[in-house]
Every structure is written in C-alpha cells, then in structure tokens.
C-alpha cells in the first residue's frame, strides 16, 4: 500500500509500543486509536481476517475474557524502507482462564507461550491492516485443542478415517 504520508522507524517504534501497552492494559479502544476505522485484521486464530473497528474489538474482548493475563512483549520492530509497512516481532505469554468465544473453546487453566511476527500497513500515521504469523499448531496444543502426542494424533487419525469409511458403506 503507497500513502501519501509514511512513518519513520520512529514512528513505527511508537506506534508498536502503544499497541503493546494497549493490549497490555487489555483495552480494545485503545489498541483500536492506533488503526483506521476500516482496519483489517488477520489473525490465524480467526477463520477470516476482521474487517473494521467493531469486529476487532469484540475479537479483543473474547481473546481477554479467554486470557485474562494476557500479555505481549515486544522483541524487535522493523519498518520497511518506504515507511509504509513495519513487521514487528513479538510474543505473548497468558493462561486460558476463561473459553474463548468464538470458536467455542474451554477454560483449560494452562498457559500458553507462543512467539511471532506481525506485519502492519499504514495508511498515514495509522494502521490500516495486520497481519499475524505464528505457530498454530504450537497454539492449538498448547490450548489443548489438539493433542500434545504425535502419536495420539495419529490414532485420532486412523479412528476417524476409519470411522468416515464405516459411514461411507452404508
């Protein structure tokens, strides 16, 4: 995305760590001042990115219910050349205290520990899209959505393809 106006790694510096302590403070209003009204937000854990602010604040509002001590570190940003885009390597560290709605997911009472990277756009001095990359798989089991075990993750398979087999036949 070109703008008009682009950021200095300064700004983007800036803009990161206001992110950071809005997420910190667990205030969608304040992680949302930083972005356009129409930001979109991609985020793995979510089926298709969210567009705008309301979608993302109740996306917010159910990741801190779900993770009540939620909190991100900044490792290192990076703003590109043109001051259009900044990646910003982090990680989270929180304990699923509360089910995470949508999808529907339990309180597991374990912590999770996941490092990753987020590309942001801007358009002028706000963000106009994120981009998250992490480890899913890491995510899933540390939220025990799958299994810790290769190996029950194989039986898991075989049953259910068995399973869909058997149904197929009659």
Known sequence: MVTDQQITADE??????????AYDAHDPEGVLSYCTSDVTWDNPIVENPLKGHKAVAEQLRAEFRAFPDFHLSELEVYPSAD?????MRWRVTATM?????????AATGKPIDIAG??????AGTKVSEKIMFYNGLDLARQ????????????????????????????
Request: charged share 25%.
């Open 143 to 170: 939220m025990r959505v799958l299994p810790q075990s290769d190996r029950i993750a194989v039986l898991y398979q075989k049953a259910a393809t068995w399973w869909d087999r058997r149904r197929s036949r009659s």
């Open 117 to 122: 990277m987020s590309l942001y756009r801007f």
């Open 83 to 87: 001051g259009t885009e900044a990646a």
């Open 97 to 105: 205290n509360g089910p995470l709605e949508p999808p529907g997911l």
């Open 12 to 21: 983007a510096r800036t803009i990161a760590l206001g992110l950071i302590e």
